[in-house]
């Protein structure tokens, strides 16, 4: 009995000392990563946690110079002009690249009125119209005007559709396009400046003595030796040949005033 006990308990002090063991932490051994850096560092201590590393600052945004600020339109350069001889409106507009009832407007002045020698106007446009410009439609719509008045009967004196005469019909087509224009073919031989007949050019007026000495008949030059006028022989506002042997003997002279 005694010795079934010891032989037991042989065997269960042999089964105890097979029994794995579990090995005490080696504080010496490497840890991975940044927190094993740390540690063998020694700038963490056995108890104090691992805490993840800090996020970069978010990049500053990237801003260029301010931008401009927009620049205010350009107002029309003004200046003042001296009235002389012969100018009307209509022709100190066109010099300055503006419109007769512009200058009206500047001056308080109505855009038919006649000007008066040395009166000065308050102008807003350019210095000079541009040479292209002057080029491209040199009469300023002077004989497309005078031309939709064809076929109008002639009337003495008269000066609407219903009838006009030749110094009614030259007056108010200047008068539409803002000259002012007296309805008399003397005082519009006055108007504008003196043009050489191998110098006409669309839109001058000429003039012709139909009746004694002095001038009595005007009409419009409207190119290639023609002009239209409002004919009392013929009773209508007709186109007719400059070189038209009638004519051609009565003619006095030209003046541009476009």
Not at 1 to 29: K, Q
Not at 48 to 69: C, D, S
Not at 112 to 133: D, F, H, N, S, V
């Amino acid at each position: 009995m005694l010795a079934s006990a010891l032989v037991i308990g042989a065997a269960l002090v042999a089964n105890s000392d097979s029994s794995p063991t579990v090995a005490a932490p080696d504080l010496h051994r490497p840890v991975a990563g940044a927190a094993g850096r740390l540690y063998r560092q020694g700038t963490l201590g056995d108890a104090q946690a691992i805490r993840p590393e800090a996020k970069p600052p978010a990049p500053r945004p990237v801003t260029g110079p301010p931008a401009p600020k927009p620049r205010a339109a350009a107002k029309p350069q003004e200046r003042w002009y001296t009235v002389k001889r012969g100018d009307s409106l209509w022709l100190v507009a066109n010099r300055f690249g503006t419109t007769p009832h512009v200058i009206a407007e500047l001056n308080g002045i109505r855009p038919t009125a006649k000007l008066r020698i040395g009166q000065r106007l308050r102008i807003a446009g350019r210095a000079e119209p541009k040479a292209q410009a002057r080029a491209a439609k040199p009469d300023n719509g002077l004989v497309e005007t005078a031309l939709s008045y064809r076929g109008v009967r002639y009337r003495y004196a008269g000066t609407t559709t219903r009838g006009m005469d030749c110094s009614g019909l030259v007056s108010r087509v200047l008068n539409t396009h803002g000259i002012a224009a007296p309805h008399n073919s003397r005082a519009l031989y006055r108007l504008g400046k003196s043009v050489a007949r191998d110098k006409l050019r669309s839109g001058d007026l000429i003039f012709f003595h139909t009746r004694g000495r002095g001038i009595s008949h005007v009409g419009i030059y409207i190119g290639d030796g023609k002009f239209v006028h409002a004919s009392s022989a013929r009773g209508r506002v007709r186109v007719d040949r400059l070189d038209d042997g009638y004519y051609a003997r009565r003619y006095v002279g030209a003046r541009r005033v476009s």
